[in-house]
């Protein structure tokens, strides 16, 4: 699918301002798309949106249906009546810049039981109505994720492999029970995600009048401490207890010489080809309601992946298998059309995965900062090779800030050596014509080529706009923790931010 030519913005709702200690739904975010529109942009691209676990990362989420509570606004359930201005006086004292994920999570999740509490004790008939109505219409994901949340509570947080064997096998008896029994918390569950969707429909039509859409993001894999590997057990390749028998990853790459051990479970490709590959349809049924385009995340998967014995501590022992590819693909195509899909087309690249994506119309993605090292894929990176199918970025969110990477002297967060780094930036100067003697505006220097390049779609994340250094990393790949909690700070977005950038769409037709 052929997408305009026009330019966006990469920052995730958790890294938005705001006193109660992460980004949400609420005026913040509306204040960003406000940015967006004065800039010029037509895109705003964001991580997952689903419930965070392990990590707290966007890509080991709870559900791959459901919202995150957590990006609910408060603001906007106190403005419903739902809370008091007395509750949102008592937050804590969270830090501006960056998430402290228990603390946040302790306080918002008090808040947010209490809003449930008024809407099944107060609730008007209309919204009680409606609540009914989306209860009905998200049923089959909805009730599992509820009562997979609602069990995992009454379970301390443990994994579900370690519950009393009936309800972990999901005894039919054993659903009834915990169902009744816990039946206030399902309620609560289901109205979280009753707000979360709503939320998001008001946010989404503030950013359509201003002609913005969202790219969203689907991850290839889904956590193993799951709603989904839970409730559907036999999608995936799992032994008589659910615990995985191989486990997802890559290969030893640009990022880290043992790989990325990422530990999803694999899918069963074989049972799911006989359904017509009904819950990945399902899947992109759901995305495509929130998102007017999303980025598939590791496309290469799909054409082929790489599997690691379970038990294994890296991902150096793995080995490629063949993925489900045509077939799939051709069964998203026959549900959905046309498919408004960028194919996250990173990594270990064959032939064969861009035959694929090409077969299909899906433009891929190229980072800037990785056109100027010994990755033999490097040329492919730099703008004068680029083709107009191309989603052009700076940076992406497992990336260092353009700053960060640039003031780097070292393999932090790659296999580079300082030689290396010296031999890359040398020629990022040639490239780039960049002579700046105190090395300032770099992050422009890159701005500026991928907005001028030929790529349909160009897309820059809001630390390179700010000028931030490594502080404002979002991830790095292969930690476990301290990811995922930059958060930009308020005042930060300043008009001559946005003129700016309305200034180079303007030049290069964006």
């Known amino acids: 699918m052929k997408f305009p030519r026009c330019s966006g913005i990469l920052l995730h709702f958790t890294s938005l301002p705001g006193r109660l200690g992460i980004g949400d739904l609420g005026p913040s975010a509306c204040e960003f798309a406000d940015f967006l529109f004065a800039a010029g942009q037509k895109l705003w691209q964001v ?129 009834g029970e915990w169902s009744r029994k816990l039946a206030p918390e399902l309620n609560a ?20 009048q201003r002609a913005i859409r969202f790219m969203g993001d689907v991850p290839i894999y889904v956590a193993h401490d799951s709603a989904d590997v839970w409730a559907h057990p036999e999608l995936f390749r799992l032994d008589d207890q659910g615990r995985p028998t191989v486990v997802s990853g890559v290969p030893p790459d640009y990022f880290s010489a043992t790989g990325q051990l990422w530990g999803n479970p694999i899918y069963r490709w074989d049972l799911l080809a006989t359904t017509g590959y009904k819950w990945w349809i399902e899947r992109f049924r759901a995305s495509l309601a929130l998102f007017d385009m999303v980025r598939l995340d590791h496309f290469r998967g799909f054409e082929s992946y790489w599997e690691v014995p379970s038990g294994e501590s890296t991902a150096i022992h793995g080995r490629w298998i063949k993925g489900p590819g045509e077939d799939f693909l051709s069964a998203l195509q026959n549900a959905f059309g046309g498919l408004p899909i960028v194919a996250e087309n990173l990594g270990v690249i064959t032939p064969p ?106 897309i820059v994340p809001l630390q390179d706009v700010l000028g931030l250094g490594s502080t404002a990393r979002m991830n790095l790949p292969g930690t476990v923790s301290g990811n995922w909690k930059w958060r930009y700070r308020p005042g930060a977005l300043k008009p001559e931010l946005s003129a700016r950038l309305r200034e180079l769409v303007t030049l290069y037709d964006r």
């Open 47 to 175: 991580l997952p949106l689903n419930p965070t676990g392990y990590g707290d990362s966007p890509y080991q989420c709870f559900s791959a249906f459901a919202g995150n509570p957590m990006l609910l606004s408060i603001e906007r359930l106190r403005e419903r009546g739902l809370l008091q201005t007395a509750d949102l006086a008592q937050a804590p004292l969270f830090p501006e810049d960056s998430v402290d994920y228990g603390p946040v999570i302790e306080f918002k999740m008090a808040l947010l039981r209490g809003a449930a509490q008024v809407f099944f004790a107060d609730g008007s008939r209309s919204d009680r109505a409606a609540f009914d109505r989306f209860c009905k219409s998200a049923s089959p994901w909805l009730d599992d994720y509820a009562l997979f949340m609602a069990c995992k509570d009454a379970h301390h947080g443990t994994m579900w492999t370690s519950w009393d064997a009936p309800i972990r096998q999901r005894d039919p008896h054993a659903i």
């Open 189 to 208: 569950y289901k109205y979280w995600q009753f707000e979360f969707f709503q939320q998001w429909e008001t946010l989404k039509a503030y950013c359509q």
């Open 353 to 458: 995965v861009e035959k694929l994506r090409q077969q299909f119309g899906l433009p891929g993605m190229s980072l800037l900062q990785f056109a100027f090292g010994n990755d033999p894929q490097g040329p492919s990176f730099r703008p004068h090779n680029y083709s107009r199918d191309l989603v052009a970025y700076t940076g992406g969110h497992d990336n260092d800030t353009t700053v960060g990477w640039w003031s780097s002297s070292g393999a932090a967060d790659s296999t580079r050596s300082p030689d290396d780094v010296r031999k890359e930036r040398a020629f990022a100067r040639r490239y780039l014509n960049f002579h700046n003697p105190d090395d300032s505006e770099i992050n422009w220097v890159m701005i500026h080529a991928v907005l001028a390049s030929v790529a349909d779609v160009a």
